[in-house]
């Protein structure tokens, strides 16, 4: 009996000194990890903090109020790019109790979130810190540098191809975008935003004030905070493949008094669309129009809304085409339409709280860039996108719950998720499109299209038979748990924009203008369409996958009219 004993006692004692060593090793990695990005963010040798300083992870996340002691277990990341977070400017904001971090009931999004946090603290590089030497102006560049000027707020005079990289942003990255819309100049700001115009802003500043340098160049200077670094771009020959060319809108009547209402105009014989094209570019006005020796520069606006096109010959096209005194030529030139490009975040808190919901596919990023053009905020995520970010959509990277944007993205169903919110826009298109342009999304990116191969593997019908039955339940859960709905249709946006946006500003409580909403409707595109060469059989669809998908169809749309609205488009209902 004592041997046995003697036994159990050796066995517990090792037992002891086993948890003891492990307990210890896990609190020494967990201790050089933190120290590691100490390290990486403070270089030895004395020097004050500067804003691209950055600090431990414990620090960064609890400054921009992303984790507390319940969400350092499940952070939330978008399911296409790992999470890239910018360090506050300010002292870091004091830690608030939130809510428990949802569990999304898609499993695509489960395996990323268990990553977040060793790709966060693993990350060797961290935020680019600004060495001991100040950076300046980009060596051997195809722009010319000009100078650090003061130019931010609603006033901005470089407003034109905005867009923002995190993690590569060049000074020839931004030149090139800009070259690309004929713009001057372009601006950057911040280490990690571009901006650009024709005109240079007013106030000039000291080489000093722009300190930042770019995010993927070191050494060179990317601005400040509300400074840029501006370059006069190299003008790209109008042979060059980037350049974007003049597009014909069509023929008008031209409204009464066209005189005074085209802002600008030049007189010149035998002008052509491409002068007259340069010419208005060069004044930042989105529209060129052409009426024989005579060209115009253009906004869009409810006395020339470009809704109403004539026939060709009645401008003087074709062999038989006889011109129309009363009859213009529109052409729509490379620059923006900016007086819809100004954003920002809420001024104050939203006392409601509103979702953009929609079945992943079914054009939520498109809608979101439509509806902060409309109303002038940024929209938020319950996802966190790098590529989102580098488009424009800078409230990608604020926290879902901050209440700063003018709603919130979110694919979630169920009702926890659904009740969160206090209203909601409910995205809804054709599942057949809806379902094309995911997998199109899952296997290319959002820009992208999925190659054959992914098309003819057995990948495709795994797809169809589990994402049909979440496009129907993601529906049916919003219309059972939502407390207030607005159910916008995909189609009706691409049929009749104007006032079906105007009917998703009014629920947001936003008034805007009706000039604003025709800016939208002339950047309506974004950069948001898919490139490259679309597949030969872009809907794969087989009869059983057909059968399936048409009774999901048959159930949303019957709960859509119980619903008291008035049940799917046409075109979605099988026939």
């Known amino acids: 009996m004592a041997k046995p004993s003697f036994r159990l006692q050796k066995l517990l004692r090792r037992t002891r000194f086993l948890l003891f060593f492990l307990s210890a090793a896990y609190l020494m990695t967990g201790s050089l990890l933190l120290l590691q990005r100490a390290r990486v963010a403070l270089p030895p040798g004395p020097r004050a903090p500067g804003p691209l300083q950055a600090l431990p ?89 000009v100078g650090c000027f003061s130019d931010s707020g609603r006033d901005r005079t470089l407003k034109g191809a905005v ?45 000093e004030a722009c300190n930042h340098e770019c995010k993927g160049e ?138 953009l919901s929609s079945f992943p596919g079914a054009g939520n990023t498109w809608v979101r860039h439509l509806i902060e053009h409309a109303t002038g905020f940024y929209t938020g995520s319950y996802y966190f996108d790098g590529t989102l970010y580098n488009k424009g959509f800078k409230g990608e990277k604020d926290h879902w719950r901050s209440q700063r944007t003018i709603c919130v993205k979110t694919h979630e169903s169920g009702r926890r998720e659904i009740e969160m919110f206090d209203s909601a826009i409910l995205l809804i298109r054709n599942p057949y499109r809806s379902l094309v342009a ?6 290319a990116g959002h820009l992208g299209y999925a190659a054959d191969r992914n098309w003819k593997s057995k990948e495709w019908p795994d797809f169809v038979n589990s994402y049909a039955a979440w496009w129907s339940s993601h529906v049916l859960d919003w219309l059972r748990y939502g407390k207030r709905l607005l159910v916008v249709h995909y189609e009706d946006l691409r049929r009749s924009l104007v006032p079906t946006l105007r009917d998703m500003v009014a629920f947001l409580n936003v008034s805007v203008s009706e000039e604003r909403l025709l800016c939208v409707e002339n950047n309506k595109e974004g950069s948001f369409w898919r490139r490259g060469r679309r597949p030969h059989d872009p809907e794969p669809f087989t009869p059983e996958m057909r059968a399936l998908i048409d009774g999901y169809i048959r159930t949303v749309d019957r709960a859509l009219r119980e619903h008291g609205g008035a049940g799917l488009p046409g075109e979605y209902v099988p026939r």
Not at 91 to 98: E, F, I, S, T
Not at 302 to 308: E, I
Not at 438 to 443: A, G, S
Request: proline share 10%; charged share 25%; with cysteine.
């Open 57 to 145: 992870v414990a620090a960064v996340a609890l400054g921009v109020g992303l984790l507390d002691s319940r969400a350092l277990r499940a952070p939330r990341v978008s399911p296409d790019l790992p999470l890239s977070v910018d360090v506050p400017r300010g002292p870091p904001a004091q830690a608030r109790p939130g809510p428990r971090w949802l569990r999304t009931r898609n499993p695509e999004l489960r395996q990323p979130r268990r990553g977040w946090f060793h790709h966060f603290v693993g990350d060797p590089q961290g935020p680019p810190a600004l060495r001991p030497e100040a950076p300046g102006p980009a060596i051997g560049g195809r722009g010319t540098y």
């Open 163 to 207: 867009f923002f990289d995190l993690r590569k942003m060049t000074v020839s990255h931004c030149q090139d975008a800009c070259a690309e819309r004929s713009y001057v100049y372009a601006g950057l700001e911040a280490g990690a935003e571009c901006y650009c115009g024709n005109r240079l802003p007013v106030t000039s500043v000291g080489p």
């Open 218 to 355: 070191k050494g060179s200077a990317c601005g400040g905070v509300g400074r840029l670094s501006v370059y006069r771009v190299q003008e790209l020959q109008p042979g060059s493949r980037k350049r974007r060319t003049v597009t014909y809108r069509g023929c008008f009547r031209l409204p009464e008094n066209g005189t005074h209402t085209f802002p600008d105009s030049l007189l010149q014989p035998n002008a052509t669309a491409e002068a007259c094209s340069g010419f208005c570019s060069q004044k930042e006005f989105p529209l060129a129009v052409l009426r024989g020796q005579e060209c115009y520069c253009a906004y869009p606006t409810p006395q020339f809304s470009l809704r109403d096109a004539v026939d060709s010959s009645l401008c003087g096209r074709g062999p038989e085409a006889l011109r129309q005194a009363e009859y213009c030529e529109v052409y729509q030139t490379p620059v923006q339409d900016t007086r819809c490009t100004d954003r920002r975040f809420l001024p104050t808190k939203s006392k409601v709280f509103v979702a």
């Open 438 to 443: 995911e997998f199109n999304r899952k296997c």
